[in-house]
């Protein structure tokens, strides 16, 4: 992706001096002006406090932990053998618990508000939830549950599910969740491995304004999951409701019951990287990786993101569009410790008028938006003009992630969304719950651009011979040690399986798999994975780069790429294939190949120019809704696709099967 000569020299988005004189980024730089006698040249020297927390780490997380009033016992050591990528160990005295850092109030001020759709709208307060966390906890003590048991979920984004993970958290109890749009063998795959003692499910969501019904692939998971001691049905869509047909199985309203009078939580402080949760790779490839975090890294992680990159205060109200099966979820949980109000949202995002999502941001108050870019660029496909059907005025910073936000995303959401605002691209993943490289509210904001590495972060970009590149794409990497980075893969004994995943390509350099680019501001550009980077004659090509200009066309909804190996057998040499999906009544025609060719060569090089475009119907995706252009390319090699079960809709697979123009 080339960088537009304007987006050089003009910011898209600055903050005033007044927003950076006030924000928690300006308040931490002047803490640790006092307390460690650091200089910056100014409150905007993001360069200078980073180089300090990559440096200075001791003092940097050590004073996270107090800025962010975290709950438990610090210890006097931050971190030993920090200079060992896989050895170090951070806050080795430290004790806390992750659920006690979150319901630190407890008073009537909104802790969560929830919108099922159109459908259901519910709110509790700082109060209400410690009461159902307390109650939940204390049946789950009863039943047997201790620290190191895994509790599942397979449930909607509902109040619940965060009271589920709350009470299990409290406990020391490992949390895994799988949203319910996950077919059977899907979620087999993840809590199989996982083996949990309880498993929470729901009857069933709303989607599109249908209810989808839960209850046979509830009684069907629960029957394959010998560890189960119960199962636990939270009522949603149902007025009523019979779990006979599922083994072991009991409401929750009827679980909690006895425990009504219970008010005080009894929060286990176990060490710092105690197992909080475990997360799930995507599983494209092949059964699902099993992540494990630990409480204490996940929440000074979440709390610097939050606090610093993210300007969220107390009181503030945060939003993410997102599943419980992406870690957005998991990202948005951790606002309750910053002090902000949780706005939860299930279902679709394109109900009635196509509007759900700024209704929701008017009636709560808003302050930061956060969603997809896919769904960024499909409103703006569709024309929609918040900025004039909306008044979005407690509304502070938009973040997007899950694929690259190019720079006619940066343009559609200042001119047709609101104008004042920080937009943050973000790029991290399940791998470290967390980000890589983020925004910074004290700084520009460039179109197509990220704003920078995070804070403790010691992120670069590598060429192929493993030196530090800018200007030029190559392998995005972090070159020492941080505290969020993974106990581990479960039963994953001595390591070789994590290894494998992030240390083969720079052994103890930590390569994330993006296909990246360090930017003159020290921004970040993500051209696309790097196992799905495109290398025609020997070159890479980021798929994102070709995605930003078909992507242009109005006749184009989607479109997805792939090297397919050419001519067939030879391994050497690939050619680029594109694959467009089209509006409703639209056909390829060669007018409209020639004008997609065209608007690529022009924009980017020859080398870019698919060899072959064909349309399709439909384009796979995963759950979380990133397009996968592996499998896409293991079905055009005739390979199999390891595990359908990770994509959301598996059967559009086969618009890509035995196409007959890519056999010439």
């Known amino acids: 992706m080339s960088i537009d000569t304007a987006s050089l020299s003009a910011p898209a988005w600055q903050p005033s001096p007044e927003r950076i004189e006030s924000s928690r980024m300006t308040a931490f730089m002047k803490e640790a002006s006092r307390r460690w006698d650091r200089t910056f040249a100014s409150h905007t020297d993001y360069a200078g406090l980073h180089r300090w927390s990559i440096d200075h780490p001791e003092e940097f997380w050590s004073l996270?932990?107090?800025?962010?009033?975290?709950?438990?016992?610090?210890?006097?050591?931050?971190?030993?053998?920090?200079?060992?990528?896989?050895g170090a160990t951070w806050f080795p005295q430290a004790r806390l618990n992750f659920a006690e850092n979150l319901l630190r109030n407890r008073d009537e001020s909104d802790a969560l508000v929830f919108w099922g759709e159109d459908k259901?709208?519910?709110?509790?307060?700082?109060?209400?939830?410690?009461?159902?966390?307390?109650?939940?906890?204390?049946?789950l003590r009863e039943m047997g549950v201790v620290a190191g048991d895994r509790i599942a979920a397979y449930l909607p984004n509902l109040p619940q599910t965060i009271v589920v993970m709350l009470a299990a958290s409290s406990i020391g109890a490992i949390f895994t969740s799988a949203s319910p749009d996950f077919g059977v063998q899907g979620v087999l795959d993840r809590f199989g491995q996982a083996e949990p003692k309880v498993l929470f499910a729901c009857d069933g969501y709303y989607y599109n304004g249908k209810i989808i019904d839960s209850m046979e692939k509830v009684a069907e998971i629960a029957a394959q999951l010998p560890s189960l001691q119960t199962v636990v049905v939270v009522?949603?869509?149902?007025?009523?409701?019979?779990?006979?047909?599922?083994?072991?199985?009991?409401?929750?309203?009827?679980?909690?019951a006895p425990y009504a009078s219970v008010d005080e939580i009894e929060f286990n402080r176990l060490p710092f990287n105690?197992?909080?949760?475990?997360?799930?790779?995507?599983?494209?490839?092949?059964?699902?990786?099993?992540?494990?975090?630990?409480?204490?890294?996940?929440?000074?992680?979440?709390?610097k993101e939050h606090q610093l990159h993210s300007d969220v205060r107390a009181g503030d109200r945060l939003f993410y569009f997102t599943t419980c099966g992406w870690m957005m979820w998991n990202w948005l949980v951790t606002g309750l410790a910053s002090g902000a109000t949780l706005l939860l949202y299930d279902g679709s995002p394109f109900i009635g008028r196509g509007t759900i999502l700024f209704d929701y941001a008017d009636a709560e108050g808003m302050t930061h938006f956060g969603t997809s870019a896919k769904f960024i660029d499909a409103i703006a496909k569709i024309?929609?003009?918040?900025?004039?059907s909306h008044k979005l005025s407690a509304l502070r910073a938009i973040f997007s992630t899950g694929s690259p936000l190019v720079p006619e995303g940066f343009d559609y959401v200042y001119s047709e969304i609101k104008s004042d605002l920080q937009l943050a691209s973000v790029s991290g993943g399940t791998d470290i719950i967390s980000c890589f490289v983020i925004g910074n509210p004290n700084g520009p904001v460039y179109r197509g651009e990220i704003q920078c590495a995070g804070l403790g972060m010691a992120v670069e970009v590598f060429d192929d011979a493993g030196h530090p590149v800018c200007g030029e794409k190559g392998e995005l990497v972090c070159t020492r040690s941080f505290p969020v980075m993974p106990i581990g893969f479960w039963k994953d004994e001595g390591g070789a399986r994590?290894?494998?995943?992030?240390?083969?390509?720079?052994?103890?350099?930590?390569?994330?798999?993006?296909?990246a680019e360090v930017t003159t501001h020290g921004g970040f550009i993500i051209h696309g994975r790097s196992d799905a980077t495109l290398n025609p004659g020997g070159v890479r090509i980021g798929t994102a780069e070709i995605y930003r200009q078909v992507e242009k066309l109005n006749e184009v909804v989607e479109s997805i790429v792939i090297g397919q190996d050419w001519p067939p057998g030879n391994a050497g040499d690939v050619r680029v294939v594109l694959f467009v999906k089209l509006r409703d009544g639209v056909s390829l025609n060669d007018a409209l190949e020639r004008q997609i060719k065209t608007v690529i060569r022009d924009n980017t090089t020859p080398r870019h120019v698919p060899a072959k475009i064909l349309q399709?119907?439909?384009?796979?995706?995963?759950?979380?809704?990133?397009?996968?252009?592996?499998?896409v390319r293991n079905v055009v090699h005739g390979e199999p696709v390891k595990n359908v079960e990770a994509l959301a809709n598996p059967e559009a697979l086969e618009y890509f099967r035995n196409r007959p123009q890519l056999a010439k």
């Open 616 to 631: 399709v119907v439909d384009i796979p995706r995963t759950k979380s809704g990133k397009i996968v252009e592996l499998a």
């Open 64 to 86: 996270l932990w107090d800025f962010g009033n975290v709950r438990g016992d610090k210890g006097n050591t931050v971190v030993t053998d920090r200079e060992k990528m896989l």
């Open 383 to 388: 024309e929609l003009k918040p900025r004039t």
């Open 235 to 256: 009522n949603y869509v149902h007025a009523t409701l019979d779990v006979s047909a599922i083994p072991r199985a009991v409401m929750l309203d009827e679980l909690v």
């Open 120 to 139: 259901v709208k519910q709110r509790l307060t700082h109060a209400e939830l410690y009461s159902q966390v307390a109650q939940l906890a204390a049946a």
């Open 498 to 515: 994590y290894h494998a995943a992030y240390f083969d390509r720079f052994d103890t350099i930590w390569c994330h798999g993006d296909f």
């Open 274 to 303: 105690h197992p909080l949760y475990i997360m799930y790779s995507s599983g494209t490839t092949g059964v699902p990786k099993c992540i494990v975090h630990g409480a204490g890294g996940a929440l000074l992680q979440h709390i």
